[in-house]
């Protein structure tokens, strides 16, 4: 079965950090780019970040961009999202997403209709 597992979402305090987790089973992850998405309640998701297949490239949004950090390791399949100086509009469920790139050198954040497939999601709460 082809899946992605992203994990590490808790409960933390503002400018408190967490480092998401996403694995990949059934499929290697270095023929693909991966995004992190998040969606917050009553909200539409949003793109947070993406990584290049082997890792040379990241991009994040503005609102995160100098806070969180994407990296791979490739040979544990797996992909993180490294968070710090965390606030309480960070709060959310995040998602991680990949896309078919072997190629590719560079991504864009968000376009999620080009991803392939998500992890279940996992909630990340920054609250006092």
């Known amino acids: 079965q082809l899946q992605l597992v992203d994990s590490g979402g808790d409960l933390v305090q503002p400018g408190g950090s967490l480092n998401l987790s996403c694995t990949a089973s059934?499929?290697?992850?270095?023929?693909?780019?991966v995004g992190w998405f998040r969606q917050a309640p009553g909200k539409e998701r949003e793109g947070v970040s993406c990584?290049?297949?082997?890792?040379?490239?990241?991009r994040y949004s503005d609102s995160v961009k100098g806070r969180f950090t994407s990296s791979r390791d490739n040979a544990k399949n797996t992909v993180y999202l490294q968070m710090n100086n965390l606030k309480p509009e960070d709060t959310a469920v995040y998602y991680c997403?990949?896309?078919?790139?072997?190629?590719?050198?560079?991504?864009?954040?968000?376009?999620?209709?080009?991803?392939?497939?998500w992890g279940q999601g996992t909630q990340v709460t920054v609250s006092s």
């Open positions: 997403a990949a896309d078919w790139g072997p190629y590719l050198s560079s991504c864009t954040v968000g376009g999620e209709t080009h991803y392939d497939y």
């Open positions: 059934g499929f290697t992850l270095v023929n693909y780019i």
């Open positions: 990584i290049d297949p082997r890792g040379y490239s990241t």
